[in-house]
């Protein structure tokens, strides 16, 4: 394994000009209600705000905006996801006119696909999980010749720092921040706005106890494969942790939190209550693992995104009645 280069301040700041081509920065607020129920300042960086409901469009945006400068556009492109990457990729492929086909697992989430083909993307169900969908994407990029973008990449990084440069920069007096973990652009995307901006902040992981692959690779040293159960987070159902990925948050992190997914359905129920924004599971998760860790946290200031806000509306209704985990 080796870590993943990080871009610098300059790579990020040039990658934001790319961002704001197609949607403006993502707010960032201290709400009182969460804070009250944290027992201490919380801020929330809202990525659910995007054109495409969560983070990952920043990422698909820099990775194509980087082919397109060294015209290596290709006439198709594959990808797999839960959802949130697919529409990344499936927004930026349309950009540049660009086939685009996504790959998910049997009993995805039905409004995820929705977007994707909403957005031109051809859909293909293959698979019980993410990582089954991964492997048939990549023998289907072979068979087609067409490109296959990975979830996990530098140019994807580069993107995805954004909004944490963005939200360390609006809010400089954050201590901690909690960070959900999927594949692992997003918290690598935190260390390099950290590291970018040479600020103090603390950077929690935080991994679905359903889908322990990066604790468990973290733990090891090495690549740990772990089994995926989660009902609710599918954002962070990766079974298998990306090498670099975990070679990169090495040393890195404070520490890692795992949070069940009824602990995310609170989370959820908590979030909506306070600020009246949807929060999927993996978008929930961070506040979740602050809460765990609330009793530890007096007197400093937390901050956590709601990284995305796609979560099916039937699931929606069940979490907010509390008659669905």
Not at 317 to 322: E, I, M, S, T
Request: proline letters at 4%; aromatic letters at 6%.
């Amino acid at each position: 394994m080796t870590a993943m280069v990080l871009p610098t301040l300059a790579e990020i700041e040039a990658a934001a000009e790319v961002v704001y081509r197609a949607m403006p920065p993502t707010p960032q607020y201290r709400w009182d209600l969460s804070s009250q129920r944290l027992g201490t300042h919380c801020w929330l960086k809202h990525e659910n705000h995007t054109p495409v409901g969560a983070f990952k469009i920043r990422g698909g945006l820099t990775f194509f905006d980087m082919l397109r400068r060294h015209d290596r556009l290709p006439r198709a492109v594959i990808s797999a996801t839960r959802g949130n990457h697919g529409q990344s990729v499936a927004w930026s492929a349309r950009a540049h006119g660009v086939a685009c086909t996504i790959v998910v697992p049997h009993g995805n989430s039905v409004e995820k696909n929705a977007a994707m083909r909403a957005l031109g993307a051809e859909l293909v169900e293959h698979g019980d999980d993410f990582q089954a969908s991964r492997e048939h994407a990549l023998d289907l990029a072979e068979q087609r010749g067409a490109l296959m973008v990975p979830s996990f990449h530098v140019d994807l990084v580069r993107g995805v720092a954004t909004y944490w440069w963005e939200f360390l920069r609006a809010a400089p007096q954050l201590d901690v921040v909690y960070v959900p973990i999927g594949l692992g652009s997003g918290i690598c995307g935190a260390i390099a706005a950290k590291r970018a901006l040479r600020h103090p902040v603390r950077i929690v992981g935080v991994v679905s106890r359903h889908a322990t692959t990066y604790a468990d690779s973290l733990a090891a040293g090495h690549v740990v494969a772990a089994p995926v159960s989660t009902a609710l987070a599918d954002g962070m159902a990766c079974r298998i942790a990306e090498p670099d990925a975990v070679d990169t948050l090495a040393g890195e992190l404070d520490h890692v939190v795992q949070v069940s997914d009824a602990q995310v359905a609170q989370a959820m129920r908590d979030l909506f209550a306070d600020t009246h924004n949807v929060a999927e599971g993996a978008g929930a998760a961070g506040f979740a693992a602050a809460m765990q860790e609330r009793d530890a946290l007096r007197g400093q200031v937390v901050g956590t995104v709601i990284s995305g806000g796609n979560v099916d509306s039937a699931v929606v209704a069940r979490v907010l009645a509390g008659t669905g985990a």
